[in-house]
């Protein structure tokens, strides 16, 4: 037991003193020779608790007596202490290479505290200060149950294999963080992913810019991405003057066949403001707290995170990463049956 804590805390120690490299190795070699059965030829674990129970004893007799007496119960709940501390912090490794957090893939674990992340800025969200749409449920996860998606803006390919619910907001920085990764992710998968982008108006004085991006989506949806994309890279200030954001329709306006002076009276109807209403109830069941919220399969992920973890939830996508962890375990097995088998001296 004790060699194999020692092991751990000298193979550390190890990196910056040949001193401690020596023990390590010595303790590494004994670890290894009990887990295939065989006996320790270093007698590392001899000269550990005699030097341990000495100390103690020149310091308090009484406890050196009861550490002597009882080294094995204690060194044995210190490896336990260990073990636990290594298994957790492997599943929290496991979960932020997946899931961009140290705690699990629901939306609630994705909040909590993470090592890894340690400032949270993968779960952060812009929360939502529209009284129009406002209406989060505490206690609840973000859901697609009975959501009409096909109100919203759609690329949809040929061959879908999986779907991808994108609920952004152009005036929101975390929105703007997530916005070239998801891009990075729909280009890579254009032939399987469907993607639907829904644009969730934190703040009603920009309800004016999602009744435009309705009429332009339907005089023309090559023009909508890309004034999607130049609404995401104006700086945010910008945004306030509706002027500067019509005059992003200048410049598509020479590459795409559309009237720009059309799509802005289109924006100012009854029609665009029932449009906007019927949009606004759907996003209400959702139960969104805010932005960005990413919807991919049947997983939510709230935040900016990595392109990995978004990749991890397609249906095309390979999991090397617990391949390998898998092999890796099945070779240790393997060299632990050889050695207790055929290695026995």
Known sequence: MICFIAMIVFGILGIFSATHRKVALEAFD??????TLRKCQTGLDVRLK?????????KNPKLGKFIYKHFQIISA??????????????????NYYVYGNCNGPSVEDQGGLCLFDPTGSNSEITECDNDDVNIQTAGQEPTLDDVDLSLFPTYQPNDVQDQLVYVGCYTCVNTRKVNPVIN?????????????????????????????????????KTAFWKFHNSLMQVPITKLENQEKVYSLLDKIEETEDIDKEKIIFC?????????????????????????PTIFINDQTFIGPKPLRVYEKQLSTDVDWFGMGLIGLGALIVLMMIYFAVFKRE
């Open 30 to 35: 004994c670890v290894f020779r009990k887990l």
């Open 50 to 58: 005699s030097s341990i129970t000495g100390h103690s004893l020149r």
């Open 77 to 94: 709940l210190f490896t336990i202490l260990l073990f636990g501390s290594l298994i957790w912090t492997g599943i929290s490794g496991y």
């Open 184 to 220: 990075e992710l729909v280009v890579a998968n254009k032939e399987t992913v469907a993607f639907t982008f829904v644009h969730l108006p934190l703040y009603e004085e920009y309800e004016y810019m999602f009744k435009l991006e309705n009429c332009l989506y339907q005089e023309s």
């Open 267 to 291: 924006s100012q109807t009854k029609q665009a403001e029932e449009q906007l209403q019927k949009q606004i109830s759907e996003i209400k069941k959702m139960n969104v707290e805010g932005t």
